[in-house]
């Protein structure tokens, strides 16, 4: 029976699903072990996790078999945020935990990664021939004087040379870093030079769109302005000899050599990601060998129910943590999908087709995509056979309502539909998929564990249905150890613990429901405040875009010094549409019956389309600095968009509306 305060879900796991989930057997483990809650499902493990954190991160530990090279004296010596120190006097390697698989004889012989491209061919790479690689790269790169702690660096698309780069580098103790081959120069050179890498590697082009795209200039560009480089690693995805003083990717990784895992402390750095960047140089976030391996163990392996007889494929570039991500299904013994080349190509149902060539059984994309599946009028379900696929998941932005009905109407009724929600800040998700509880529309289904994820007002006072701020209120594994180039880590505390000190905000608008669940209502820095009534941007844009006319949309709200408000919005219209009267009357009706009278914008703007990060997310912050007069050079690093060329009409509109 449903109380009245709680929904009807969309969809429940059946008592056989429930039963075979890992988190179940690790609750029922954990109960006998280490005295968590054996009754109560998830929420009272949920609370056991918070309450008992130092227990329950020696629980996921021991659980997944963590291989401590020397052992840990304590989990939690210092929970403080931020300086947490965790699992102090341990030393591990990722890289080996990664392969782990390859060591049983069993599983040598079958896929660890499947590569596909725009073919929608799979090629696999075996577990024994991808240790083999990792083995010859990381010997190479000790022969080139790589040492723990030094930069390697990759320009690459989603292949597979890109996961064995960052395994041979994790195994060696260097830290990786890398950008995909359609970021400009000034892009990675705003990324890289910062952390000034030894070693780069690179491809002469990348294949997107049915076309291939040569980038030997810009990696020569790379190369003049990065004078740290020792050496420059070519790998020939168009077929092109190695330029002069460049070595070639099939000698480095030609030879039979057994791997060597460099024991490296927990804290020890694993990989640097890097901000959005659009308003500044980008942040070079810095996470650890340990706090990664951890948290993406129980993120994959009990959240995502992630396990050797599982294809993980999740449709990301090299320049999004979602491809760390990715890699690190490895972590499970899991098959990885790598799909590199356009998310619609040659046709908007491109990634349902890989996610049957490949028989994906978690299959990862963007709420964009299935939203623009859904405008397109794909149908998956009829026209694929997704017969091995358990969980789509979402991430990127707040998958709409209409986004959950259209993938449990066009892909399956049976279908676990995971909305997440994290950050590049910690590699992974603060709420998301959870295989043991329902599914509502518009929600995602709960906190994580070892997560203490609040929503708290101004005064920093929790709340329950009402939106707040997204606060999560102990320390993470893979919270970043620091940001590179920030020694006395003014920069770190001023991201996350300036509003609330010792709690970390992440910049997030969040509802928690008296069930449990969570809901995401957009970015709280480009927030709409009006008449005191706060609303995210993603509710704006879920309600607008219904409309097929409505390819896409911004909307920014502006404080003028008068003490008045202005909230435009900016629409790229669908082909063939036109922004009359009435289409302006349509778009003004759904946003005041559905949302509220009072975010009913001022204006409606046609755009030829909106800009994006370099990660596809609407860029907010900038374009309203841009309105508010600030240039053009001061409002937005170039370097971060998509396209810059979409920009001068926002600040041309900021210039014109202070002369009036």
């Known amino acids: 029976m449903t109380s009245a305060s709680t929904p ?6 059946g008592p ?33 996790s918070v309450d008992e954190l130092d227990t329950f991160w020696q629980a996921v530990a021991e659980w997944f078999d963590v291989r401590f090279t020397t052992p840990y004296e304590s989990v ?37 990664l499947l590569h596909v491209d725009e073919t929608h061919e799979a090629v696999p790479v075996t577990w024994a021939e991808l240790r083999r690689q990792v083995g010859a790269l990381s010997a190479e790169l000790r022969a080139l004087g790589v040492r723990p702690g030094d930069r390697v660096s990759g320009y690459l698309p989603n292949i597979p040379e890109a996961v064995t780069a960052l395994l041979a580098t994790a195994a060696v103790g260097a830290v990786w870093t890398s950008c995909a081959p359609d970021f400009g120069a000034r892009s990675v050179l705003d990324r890289f030079q910062q952390v000034e890498p030894v ?5 002469d082009g990348y294949r997107y769109g049915g076309k291939e795209h040569d980038r030997r200039d810009t990696v020569a560009e790379l190369r003049a302005e990065l004078p740290s480089l020792r050496a420059v690693v070519h790998i020939p995805l168009l077929g092109t000899d190695a330029p002069e003083g460049a070595l070639a990717w099939s000698e480095l990784t030609a030879a039979a050599t057994e791997p060597v895992f460099e024991a490296v402390p927990f804290d020890h750095p694993l990989w640097v990601l890097y901000s959005s960047g659009t308003t500044g140089l980008p942040k070079a976030i810095v996470q650890s060998q340990g706090g990664i391996l951890l948290e993406h163990l129980k993120q994959l392996g009990l959240h995502c129910d992630l396990g050797p007889e599982d294809r993980f494929f999740w449709y990301t570039s090299t320049g999004w943590m979602m491809w760390n991500f990715l890699v690190s299904g490895l972590l499970t013994g899991t098959t990885v999908v790598l799909y590199d080349g356009s998310p619609g190509y040659p046709d908007t149902g491109a990634q349902w087709r890989i996610a049957e060539r490949t028989k994906a059984t978690l299959y990862g994309t963007s709420a964009a995509y299935v939203m623009a599946c859904r405008k397109a009028e794909v149908h998956p379900g009829r026209d694929f056979d997704l017969s091995s696929v358990k969980c789509v998941a979402t991430t990127g932005s707040p998958l709409p309502p209409d986004g959950f009905r259209w993938l449990h109407d066009e892909v399956a009724e049976d279908l676990w539909i995971a909305s997440v929600s994290g950050g590049t800040d910690v590699c992974s998700c603060f709420a998301g998929a959870v295989p043991t509880l329902p599914v509502h529309i518009g929600e995602l289904q709960a906190a994580c564990l070892g997560t203490d994820l609040q929503a708290w007002d101004p005064s920093g006072k ?37 509003m609330f000190p010792g709690a970390w905000r992440h910049g997030d608008w969040i509802t928690l429901t008296d069930h449990g669940s969570v809901v995401i209502h957009g970015r709280s820095d480009s927030t709409l405040n009006r008449q005191g009534v706060r609303m995210g941007s993603a509710d704006i844009y879920e309600a607008v875009e219904r409309l097929p006319e409505i390819k896409e949309s911004l909307v920014i709200g502006l404080e003028e010094p008068n003490g008045g408000y202005w909230m435009p919005l900016f629409v ?16 003004k009706t759904t946003i005041r019956e559905q949302l509220s009278p009072r975010h009913v914008p001022d204006e409606i703007i046609e755009v030829p389309a909106i800009p ?17 007069g600030t240039p053009l050079a001061r409002a937005v690093n170039a370097g971060s968009v998509d396209n810059i060329d979409l920009l001068p009409f926002y600040e041309q509109l900021g210039r014109t509306r202070a002369q009036g």
Do not use: C
């Open 16 to 48: 056989d699903r429930i039963a075979a989930a890992r988190i179940t057997a690790f609750q029922a483990w954990a109960a006998e072990r280490f005295g968590a809650p054996a009754a109560g499902g998830y929420p009272a493990l949920h609370r056991w």
């Open 76 to 112: 939690l010596a210092d929970r403080a945020m931020p300086g947490a120190r965790w699992f102090t006097g341990a030393t591990l390697n990722y890289a080996e935990h990664a392969l782990r698989a390859a060591e049983d004889p069993a599983r040598a012989d079958e896929a660890a």
């Open 462 to 498: 929790p709340l329950v249905g009402e939106v707040g701020e997204l606060v999560v209120t102990n320390p993470m594994p893979s919270m970043p150890i620091h940001f590179w180039n920030d020694p006395d880590g003014s920069r770190y505390r001023d991201s996350y613990f300036e």
């Open 8 to 13: 009807q879900p969309l969809w429940s796991p």
């Open 572 to 587: 790229h219209l669908a082909p063939g549409a036109t922004l009359d009267d009435e289409l302006r009357t349509r778009v």
């Open 199 to 203: 070693v780069l590697f690179t491809v």
């Open 612 to 628: 994006h990060t370099l990660t596809g997310k609407r860029i907010e912050v900038p374009v309203k600095r841009l309105l508010q």
